[in-house]
């Protein structure tokens, strides 16, 4: 029963959503990408006895950044865990209050996460860092750009989703559609 939000209000929901789900392609594709790699180092292992070599710093490296690139989007698809013992008990209000709570804690994890890493993120763009043993040596610097700017992109995924379980709480709130035995 919710009045239909303003134009400015969508219009960010809208940008915010969209980039996420560009993040959430970009993980694909790069999952995809890790999951070739690794097949192309097995058969070139097994089957030429010449092995892909940097695919364990690739790989290492993809691990992270494929968690980040897909972490805003599950957050606004609201598919991180959740245990209903006190939640399912309270009105839309209480939960869009315990919402606000869980995306507050989560924006200043991203915070934290976000202005931690950003001296080491600068410290590797300034030496230029390299991992790998020595044949291949694969930059990091980028993925530590990605930490931090996804951490920033996170505070405000979180921090839309907080104004939005405030004043929409009943937007989140299906239990009344979703009753057993209906």
């Known amino acids: 029963m919710s009045s239909e939000p303003p134009a400015w ?7 915010v959503e969209s980039f996420a789900k560009v993040l959430n392609v970009i ?5 995809f990408s890790v999951a070739a790699l690794i097949l192309f180092d097995v058969v070139g292992r097994e089957v030429f006895a010449s092995p892909f070599h940097g695919t364990n710093e690739i790989v290492s490296n993809s691990v992270l950044a494929i968690l980040m690139l897909q972490l805003p989007l599950s957050i606004l698809n609201r598919s991180s865990l ?17 919402d606000s709570i869980s995306y507050l804690l ?9 202005i931690g890493s950003w001296s080491n993120m600068v410290e590797s763009w300034e030496i230029l860092e390299q991992e790998g043993s020595g044949i291949v040596e694969i930059p990091v610097y980028p993925i530590r750009t990605l930490v931090v700017f996804v951490g920033f992109f996170g505070v405000a995924v979180c921090s839309l989703l907080i104004y939005h379980s405030l004043k929409r709480p009943e937007d989140f709130d299906h239990s009344e559609t979703t009753e057993i035995g209906e």
């Not at 209000?9 to 940008?15: A, L, M």
């Not at 993980?27 to 999952?31: L, N, R, T």
């Not at 959740?82 to 315990?98: F, L, Q």
């Not at 989560?106 to 976000?114: D, E, K, N, V, Y």
């Open 9 to 15: 209000e969508q219009k960010t929901e809208q940008s």
């Open 106 to 114: 989560a924006g200043l994890l991203f915070l934290a996460i976000a």
């Open 82 to 98: 959740r245990t209903t013992i006190v939640y399912g008990k309270v009105r839309a209000m209480g939960k869009g209050i315990i």
């Open 27 to 31: 993980s694909a594709a790069w999952i």
